[in-house]
């Protein structure tokens, strides 16, 4: 096992207060190691995506140490957090978050704008399958292609960890798994760490690691030794 | 490369043009209307003051009984003053084919040779009368041509008791009768007042003045003190009946003509902010309820690793772009419109020249007001949105609470449909929300219920003057003091079916350093025709001592009722007198002060004297008693309220009053914009509920109901808010509009509201009809995925 991405200890997460305070996290312990596909797997409702906007710099712990290599994220500053996520990370989310009002290729400039390395534009498209509709807005695309550009949008900076929140929740298996062929590739060719979350449990099956998660804690985690391409995926 | 973000600002405003146009509309007008009317008076007082330097108008005016020439030599050696032009003036009286009654006029004479020094006039048409020519004369412009006379044309005069006939030669315009009126009148009226001017020979034959004058007219050095100039020259012209030396702060035309561009001054300074001020919070309203309706992409950029600060330039940027091009057009638009109104009111005002000058502190206060009202907006909305974290600012935003419209839901169930259950829903649970569109609309009310009122005040300020103050027909005046006998000739002419004595004393009136030139008024016990009423309009009984002044005179004078005032008599034996102010009365046309006609007699120790009558008479025998007056010799001049009246409702519709119209063109179109704005906002907050419920098969009538219903609602809840606002908004235009001739009052109407309502009504329909369209042309599919 490589070196540790992400660390946690004792997370928890409590959502307003008093009666109705809901508690997503309840002390997580936690290594993520760098470099691997990694999957999160649980009913909806457990903590998952809360856990991934925490390590992904969007939200913050109620309590408990998140560390990203020697950086600790629950000590930061905004500012830091904000430097954090446009250095390292790329997002892509279950419901595409695209600017409308911007096509293709402008949103993924959006991002290669304040990236310190970035792939071109066209050519982050070009991987996802997009080459021809750089210039489509969102609404002139199908749920499939809108994911695909947030993927494009998402790996065009090479961050060092990419998030995705049920990518494939929306589209279907066909397009579904062409989508996780990209996040892949990604992994292969840039060495990037994939942190999924997911609820389609056959999914796991590409993963290096999977999180079991339930009731705002983990279950068990389970390595994969055979690790399947996507193609091979049936959901 | 262009960055993406500028692409996403150019899209989003051209998305929202609709809307943008609106708020920049609504700040263009606010804008345009604050350029306007600086740069209107800085151009007419600009103007005013070139014209009379460039026609060398007196500083000092000083009308004598009869001083030789020789006078005018130790005139100008009083220190301070550098130029001496005597005259001689007098008044005459103007046969005009047609017209039974005679016109009052006044005759000036020019030098023979050469041009006056001082007072000169400008000649529009013809030539100078010849010296040695004593027929020859000139007439002045505006009479002229309310009579249709010109050069070449002839008219028959009284001069002194000789009845005459003249040549014109010319037509002329002078700085010193911008403004004329009938003596013992306020409102000037070009028709009723006409200007002669003649050499100095011929007019000196007639009044029995060679080798004399009866004006002085005087330029002070930069340097001079004016009131020791005043005090040295009636020092001077004491022996020889000196009336009195007074400024031309004091001169009629000039004071006429300063006071209505003062009046414009004071709409100029108290009008434009109040509109600035509603046109600055709408904005605020909009730019806020847009950034927040850009939460989710905001928390995305925050997401990808956009700091506070590049996301918060973007979004003061687009803020920018809307102020900044509506501030722009604004003063563009007030450039425009001022030019076009300098252009009537120069015309108005008689000025042969226009001086136009802008005034560059007017752009950047209002688009510096634009600027800082919009980005208020915006930042405190987008400070709101920065304490969230991305992935709170992400989720769809603020959670519906329910619980609490759940309750009444369940009473209120039975007897609502779905569609009138959501707008409740919406209304109840987003009361921010709804209190901004309130208060937006209510604000559009407000203009509107303020504008009408001052309309009504204009209509108020006529009929009280004309209906309630003064119920004669005819005013009479005499040619000087004459015994109370006199009414009773008056009253034995067949048709005269009342008059009342009125005995008219010219008078400074001075308290402390303020000083007021004018007429006081002596009216008789339980007058029925012209009286004094107090606030509530009821007849004040004038006392037996002190004088009672109308309100605008005690605020001008800084008195109250038991201070003393000093009175300058400026007839007869011209006694200085200390008086007490008895109170004070409710005018609003002109500042009167008024003193029982006996109490005034006695003090001036002239017993039974009056100047002139007011009448009620028969309509039917009007031209015989005209004529009848024409022949009394008593008789100086006869004015009929219905002609005053005419000439006062014109000074309104042209004057500085004139500009209410293109206020309450401002008015409307801010409150247009407010209203269809709220519905913009509604429509873009909802456009995505809209389409589910078309989806989920609500007709286009149910959907449109969704979003109109709560529209409705919302502007009948403004209104009455606004009217409220209104009320008090109506005080502050009120006293804009209000100039030292005449005051306009706010009074509370019940009409004027109704039509208010009816605008802001109007504006909602027409708003909502706007935004039903757009809602059923609506790409269902697309507002399904796009998130706006
Ligand atoms: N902003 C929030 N406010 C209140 N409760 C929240 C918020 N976000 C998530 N929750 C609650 O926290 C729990 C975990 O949510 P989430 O992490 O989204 O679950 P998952 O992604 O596994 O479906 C859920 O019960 C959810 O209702
Ligand atoms: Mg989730």
Redesign the interface.
Known sequence: MTEAAYTTKGLTKVYGEGRSAVHALRGVDLEIPAGEVIVLLGPSGSGKSTLL?IIGG???GTEGLVQFRDQRLDEMK??EL??????H?G?V?QFY?L?????AR??V???T??AADPMDPDEALALVGLKERTDHF??QLSGGEQQRVAIARAIAKQPDVLFCDEPTGALDSQTGRSVLRVLADVNERLGSTVLMVTHAASQAQMADRVIHFADGDIREIVENRKKLAPEEIEW | ?V???D??LL??LW?MKGQATAIGAVIAVGVLMLVMMTGLTASLSETRDAYYDRYRLADVFVPVARAPERLASRLAEIPGVSAVETRVEGRALIDLPGQVLPVQAQAVSLPDRGRPSLNDVFLTAGRMPASGRPDEILLLQSFAFAHGLRPGDTLRATMNGARRGFDIVGLAQSPEFLYTTAPGELVPDDARFGVIWMGRSGLAAAYDMAGAFNEALIGLSPEASEDAVLAAVDRLLEPYGGAGAYGLADQFSNRFVSEEISGLEAAAVGVPPIFLAVAAFLLYIVISRMVQSER??IG?????????T?VGAHYFKLILAIAVGGALAGCLGGIAAGRALIGVYTAYFKFPFLVFQLDPASFVTGVTVSILSASAGGLFVLRRVFAL????A?RAPAPPNFSRTGRIGHSLNRFLDQPSRMVLRRLTRQPGRMAGSIIGIASGMALSVAMITIYAGFDRTIDLTFSVVDRSDVTVSFTHPVSDKTLFELVRLPGVERAEPVRNVSVVLRHGLESHRGVLIGLPDRPELNRALDADMAPIALPERGVVLSDVLAEMLGVAPGDMLSMDVREGRQPLLQIPVAGTAQTLLGSPAYMDMEALNRTLREPGRVSGAYLTIDEAQADAIYAALQDMPTVAGVSLKSQARDAFVRLMNQGAGAIRYVMGAIAFIITFGIVYNAARIALAERSRDLASLRVIGFSKGEAAFVLLGELAVVTVIALPVGAALGYYLSFGIAAGFSTDLYQIPAVFDPVSYGQATLVVLGAALVSGGLVKRELDHADLI?AL????
């Open positions: 906007n969007l939200d913050r905004d500012a904000t430097r954090y996520r446009r250095n990370v997002f989310f978050n600017m409308p009002s911007l096509t402008e949103n400039e959006l991002v704008e304040i969102p609404a | 490369m960055s993406p973000l692409h996403k899209r989003d998305r989710e992409e995305l950029m925050k997401a990808f690793g956009y700091t506070n590049e974290t991305p992935a709170t992400m697309e995925k796009t998130r706006e």
